[in-house]
């Protein structure tokens, strides 16, 4: 008698390998002691908010508290929110956008489960270039919907031609995540351009729009002044999802959003869907304070010096290793290849690692076995201390 679906209990059978590897910091912390373990396998933004959170906290705080002050709120955001993002995505995507074409959502997370339920139908599916985000096959499942992958080009780029390939009447969906997780790679305009001509081509041969989601949490992380080109102008079915968990170091707080290009046919139906999928989902509305905090500190962001900082000692470390990578343009993730002499055997690399007390994360678990994904959001110290174990892993496949 199980107490659970046979879609969860299959899903708690396969956990993630990024849980797994969770686990198995928490054990070989409790044995070595937390400062002996070098945990690379969790992407939680650990550098602090910029200063107008706190000062906004302070303000919120002092101020008397009103009736409805912290009851049930708009499903779509803050009106005054959505109104300032919409002015703020005009600039950042290049194309007027009204409160009209922004909703608030409970982080990006909430944005991309709130627009699949709102545009899926039974059996459709949602493509995506591995590797990729593990969570996107949940959120496709979560509306009823399959998930399917395409592998990236060479170099991580989207495979224009694979994905033409892979286009038939049930995908309803195209999701792309620039800056990437777990590769770090930036897709140039051009490539987006491809992306947006041959949608826009299989959605006129098909009759009925293939979306372009544009999952986008790291555009404001990036290197060595990477930019990331919009997608909003370029496609009439674009939707940009946004988060402020990384840019304001907030992800506890829960607040994201969906901008919808505002040449999209009917997008008053899908803003009007989608409010409805919050509260049927059970966000309800994105949280208060939340709201007020991002509102106090649109434009700022986190400290990314310190990310630049981190991100050069991760190469140094895996070029004294003889590791081969591609160094990530965005994000805070590394994605290199397993030493040759592993036989492109990713988790028994990563394995090797563990016994050094060092956690990544086995490349099959986003779909692209042969590499391993290592995050770099802890203190630098950290990354240089895993030198050694780095080293000894490798000699140990020589
Ligand atoms: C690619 C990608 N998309 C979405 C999310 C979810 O972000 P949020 O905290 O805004 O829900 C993450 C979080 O790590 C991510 O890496």
Known sequence: MSVVSGQIADYLGRASMIRRMFDAGIELK????????CDF?????????????????????????????????????????????????????????GAQNVIVTVGAAGGINVLLRAIMEPGDELLAFSPYFVEYGFYAENSGGRFRTIPAAPGFSP???????????????????SPNNPTGVIYSHEELEGIAALLSRKSREYGRPIFLISDEPYRYLTYDGAQVPPV?????????????SKTLGLAGERVGYLAFAPQMPDSDTLLNACILTNRILGFVNPPVIGQHLVSAALGSQVDVSVYAARRKAMAEVLDNAGIKYQMPKGAFYFFPEVPAGAGGDDKAFAQKLVEELVLVVPGSGFGCPGHFRMTFCMDETVIR?????????VEAFR
Request: glycine share 8%.
């Open 232 to 244: 909003l102008p370029l496609y009439e079915y674009a939707v940009v999802v946004g988060s402020f």
């Open 159 to 177: 495979d224009i031609a694979g994905l033409e390939q892979a286009i038939t009447p049930s995908v309803r969906a195209l999701i792309i995540n």
């Open 41 to 97: 396998s969790l992407g939680n933004p650990d550098l602090p908010a910029p200063t107008a959170v706190q000062t906004r906290l302070y303000e919120l705080a002092g101020q008397a508290l009103e009736p409805n002050q912290f009851g049930y709120m708009p499903n779509a955001g803050f009106p005054w929110l959505r109104e300032q993002l919409a002015e703020f995505l005009s600039d950042e995507q290049q194309i007027p956008l």
């Open 30 to 37: 409790k044995i070595h002691g937390a400062d002996k373990v």
């Open 385 to 393: 201390r895993s030198a050694d174990g780095f080293v000894r892993a």
